[in-house]
């Protein structure tokens, strides 16, 4: 089945030249000019990723990221912020409400339609995730609750091994602390992102080489390495 991405751009030239290549190379396409028109469509339709602009004529992009993510039914639609130059602020509170990557503006298409290619396989991956995976020198079975580094056992706890499962499923993405917090301990919690950054490190100093694996994001929060490298 196509994959389905809602392009949000205003600017109709350039959403023309999204639409007709993301068509060209399979995608099925749907454009919505204003942030209003993007909500009502994925009320109405599935998509599999957002294309969002964050300079929309009615509502911003980021108050329609907020609304996306804020949503059980759509928090889980990967999205692409497009942005210009000089959005860097924005970029970031973007990522802190759980958009998955950016491109600035001129951004070339081709590089576009790669990313979203990449982003659509990680979130499949993480979808239908195995309950044994390995990466360099981590060993992981998520449903014997089992880790091990370099073939050595390492005794994570129940909240250790979700904070590393979740990390490691939305590898190469970054993960902001608020929405660790969310997912991790879950909305009703006295746990402050200062805790997330406590057990992230604890979690580090446990897997020891394998440690570096989990990176930090100044200012926005952490990202599983997409490889090992190693
Ligand atoms: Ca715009």
Known sequence: MANRVLIVEDERDLSRVVA???QKEGFDVVVAFTGDQALR????ERFDLILLDLMLPDISGIEV???LKANPQTSQIPVVMVTAKGEEVDRIVGFELG???YVVKPFSVRELILRTRSIL???DASTHAP???ELGKLKVDRAAHRVWVEDKEVALTALELRLLVMLYDRRG?????ELLLDEVWGADTDVTSRNVDTHVKRVREKLGPAGEYIETVRGVGYRFRAESDT
């Open 121 to 123: 396989r990680r979130a």
């Open 41 to 44: 469509a994925v009320k109405e």
């Open 65 to 67: 990221c907020r609304k």
């Open 131 to 133: 309950d044994r995976f």
């Open 173 to 177: 993405r970054v993960q902001s602390r």
């Open 20 to 22: 007709y290549n993301f």
């Open 99 to 101: 958009a998955d990557d």
